[in-house]
């Protein structure tokens, strides 16, 4: 299992397993934070799709206006 996610990763770094290895290590922890993050942005946006903003007036100026 370990040889496809290497190989699918990229070819091999080097003629030497334990480099290989090292490089397929760094390559997985930054494939997993271009998940990690291209999934929190999805998350914000369907969360926030079709927010109706705030249109009404703010109270506390309507009230200050009447006391002046």
Same mark, same amino acid.
């Given at each position: 299992?370990?040889?496809i996610w290497c190989l699918s990763l990229g *070819?091999?770094?080097s003629?030497?397993?334990k480099t290989s290895d090292v490089v397929a #290590?760094?390559?997985? #922890? #930054?494939?997993l934070s271009y998940l990690?993050? +291209?999934s929190i942005i999805c998350i914000g946006v #369907?969360?926030?799709y079709n927010d109706i903003p705030n249109t009404r007036p703010n +109270? *506390?100026?309507?009230?200050? *206006?009447?006391?002046?």
């Open positions: 299992m370990w040889r *070819s091999k770094a003629s030497c397993d #290590i760094v390559r997985t #922890i #930054i494939f990690i993050t +291209n #369907i969360r926030h +109270n *506390s100026l309507v009230q200050s *206006s009447k006391l002046l």
